[in-house]
């Protein structure tokens, strides 16, 4: 390959991206009051939004991130092991930690952030990470930054899992999984994973952005509905920009781990640390997620009418039982035209197409929340139920 100039490469990746109907422009969100939200000066219904129990514009953390820019600035002025650790972050970890029975914390500004951070700084060379395959694309960068060796066993194949591990002969293992699956909605077979992680000498390591806050008592997400702790799972990475409607991730585990993490992952060092504020309005969330069970409950009854109106309606869901409900259309140029459609209807649901998921699943990522009236989810289905049946493209069974 010749010299090639950057103008020529991205016009033809543009170009190859156009042909297969992969283009991703952003929307602008004009203006936002819980599920609705402004787009080109339209007001729509969102469906695709991961606020799942609506505390994204909650007056509590709203207050809380105010007061906390007041006292503390806006930055963090720097990184977390200079000068950017702040009381906010410390009070933060401490509660998370006691909350969910872990000796510490770790806060970081982001959840792609933080698995770089772990794997990076916990896996080297000559070592193994075995993953689901369909793990957020951030676990999958992690173990490629760490230069462990990377296996991915079959989605949800505990076995498959547990001979990837046996075939290990040297160096330490980690097996890591999703705890709900971003994309698809299941969750992982955790308490099976425990075991074989147990049994094979792995540290398990879950990450659990969309369980917690809306699975289990008090939101405790994957880890308690599968009645496991910190001793089955000895880290635990919770990021904070879904059902805590703000911004950031919580890592969980013991001192001995995170502070490891703390003082040698790449991504954590050196980087400017989260703003105080968001640490606090976050603060605010967790007593809200804590104490709002009607929050879950409300979201839960809108996944059974969701679920039962899409089966009366011939709507082919995946097996989920979580706000996040999957409509895979196969194609790009279906799941783009299904979008076109429900956003002429007056609903806002991108078309998720590869890379984010696998080659020929294109989809609807419907997501729901506790913000959405019955209503709105007995409009999505007409909708969808025209957009969908209506399409010439055949549905895959
Ligand atoms: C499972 C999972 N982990 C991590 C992330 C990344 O978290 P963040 O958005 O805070 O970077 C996401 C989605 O964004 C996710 O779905």
């Known amino acids: 390959m010749g010299r090639i100039r950057f103008a020529d490469r991205l016009a033809l990746a543009r170009a190859e991206r156009a042909a297969r109907d992969a283009l991703r422009p952003r929307r602008v969100i004009e203006g936002r009051e819980g599920t609705r939200v402004l787009v080109d000066g339209r007001p729509l219904v969102n469906f695709c939004g991961n606020d799942y129990l609506g505390l994204g514009q909650h007056l509590d953390l709203v207050a809380a991130l105010q007061e906390g820019a007041a006292w503390h600035g806006v930055g963090s002025t720097g990184s977390a092991l200079v000068c950017g650790h702040h009381a906010e972050h410390a009070a933060l970890e401490k509660d998370f930690a006691q909350w969910l029975g872990y000796e510490r914390g770790l806060y970081f500004g982001s959840g792609y952030q933080a698995n770089l951070a772990v794997m990076q700084s916990l896996l080297a060379e000559g070592d193994v990470c075995v993953q689901d395959k369909l793990n957020h694309a951030c676990l999958l960068d992690g173990a490629r930054l760490s230069g462990a060796e990377l296996k991915r066993y079959p989605h949800g194949d505990v076995e498959a899992a547990m001979r990837q ?233």
């Open 165 to 397: 591990l046996m075939s290990r002969r040297e160096g330490a293992a980690m097996l890591a999984t999703d705890g709900v699956f971003s994309m698809d909605g299941d969750q992982a077979p955790l308490a099976d994973l425990a075991l074989v992680a147990r049994a094979q000498d792995a540290l398990l390591y879950v990450d659990d952005a969309h369980g917690i806050g809306v699975l289990g008592p008090e939101g405790r997400g994957s880890l308690a509905v599968a009645s496991l702790g910190a001793r089955e799972v000895p880290l635990l990475l919770l990021p904070l920009g879904k059902a805590f409607g703000g911004q950031g991730a919580m890592l969980l585990g013991s001192t001995a781990l995170v502070e490891h993490v703390a003082e040698t992952a790449r991504p954590y060092l050196f980087t400017t640390a989260p703003a105080p504020a968001m640490a606090a309005a976050m603060r605010a969330s967790l007593k809200l997620v804590r104490k709002e069970a009607w929050r879950r409950a409300k979201l839960m009854s809108l996944v059974m009418r969701f679920r039962r109106g899409a089966a009366a309606r011939g709507l082919p869901l995946q097996e989920s039982f979580t706000p996040i409900q999957p409509l895979v259309l196969g194609d790009n140029a279906s799941a783009l035209a299904a979008s076109k459609a429900l956003e002429a209807a007056g609903f806002l649901v991108a078309a998720i197409r590869p890379p984010t998921v696998p080659e020929g699943q294109a989809r609807l990522r419907i997501t729901l929340s506790a913000d959405h009236a019955e209503a709105d989810i007995d409009g999505l289905l007409e909708a969808l139920a025209r957009a969908v049946n209506d399409s010439p493209a055949p549905i895959p069974a």
